[in-house]
T-cell receptor, first 113, second 112 residues
Framework: QKEVEQNSGPLSVPEGAIASLNCTYS??????FFWYRQYSGKSPELIMS????GDKEDGRFTAQLNKASQYVSLLIRDSQPSDSATYLC?????????????FGTGTRLAVRP | DADVTQTPRNRITKTGKRIMLECSQT?????MYWYRQDPGLGLRLIYY???????NKGEISDGYSVSRQAQAKFSLSLESAIPNQTALYFC???????????FGPGTRLTVL
């Protein structure tokens, strides 16, 4: 079993729809959870971080964490073609990104105009 | 100017050659990381360093070595390159309390 699992996609959604990206992790000692966006040929950049159970919203993005189910998700509302990218889920046993991160393989999102 | 730079950006080399990839940062962070990215395998940690005197192996350190020359510089070496080390290599930095690791632009390495 991989430590961090994501569906590789592609996930295709029409413009304006909600995109739902999912991630499960195996290490129950994980404390910090991150979503990075990576455009083709570019480096990853942080979209959201979440540290406690529940929802965290930032603009069109909402991260959801359920530690009991070892599940973290990212919702993108009003999806735009510019959201088309690969989304990487990352987890850490530490309390910040300053500890080791374990990444999933990423989910490719395609937003159709 | 970019906060995290990597040189070279692209490199083609032959099996058995020694290669060094360099990373420099101006963010003043103590923590630096080297990852490789392969299609379908995501980002995997090679080595990480929490300060100049603290260097640790990641999940795939075999065939690689690193040097932390200063707070701002962290180099990755392939002592004898082999074709399955063909990948995209990223350097990243962070502080000890922040939300994010900051990634460099990447080095695309091809070993023939």
């Amino acid at each position: 079993q991989k430590e961090v699992e994501q569906n590789s996609g592609p996930l295709s959604v029409p413009e304006g729809a909600i995109a739902s990206l999912n991630c499960t992790y195996s290490d129950r000692g994980s404390q910090s959870f991150f979503w990075y966006r990576q455009y083709s040929g570019k480096s990853p950049e942080l979209i959201m971080s979440i540290y406690s159970n529940g929802d965290k919203e930032d603009g069109r993005f909402t991260a959801q964490l359920n530690k009991a189910s070892q599940y973290v998700s990212l919702l993108i509302r009003d999806s735009q073609p510019s959201d088309s990218a690969t989304y990487l889920c990352a987890v850490s046993r530490g309390k910040s990104s300053g500890d080791k991160l374990t990444f999933g393989t990423g989910t490719r999102l395609a937003v159709r105009p | 100017d970019a906060d995290v730079t990597q040189t070279p950006r692209n490199r083609i080399t032959k099996t058995g050659k020694r290669i060094m990839l360099e990373c420099s940062q101006t963010k003043g962070h103590d923590r630096m990381y080297w990852y490789r990215q392969d299609p379908g395998l995501g980002l995997r940690l090679i080595y990480y360093s929490f300060d100049v005197k603290d260097i640790n192996k990641g999940e795939i350190s075999d065939g690689y070595s690193v040097s932390r020359q200063a707070q701002a510089k962290f180099s990755l070496s392939l002592e004898s390159a082999i074709p399955n080390q063909t990948a995209l290599y990223f350097c990243a930095t962070s502080d000890d309390i922040g939300d994010t690791q900051y990634f460099g632009p990447g080095t695309r390495l091809t070993v023939l």
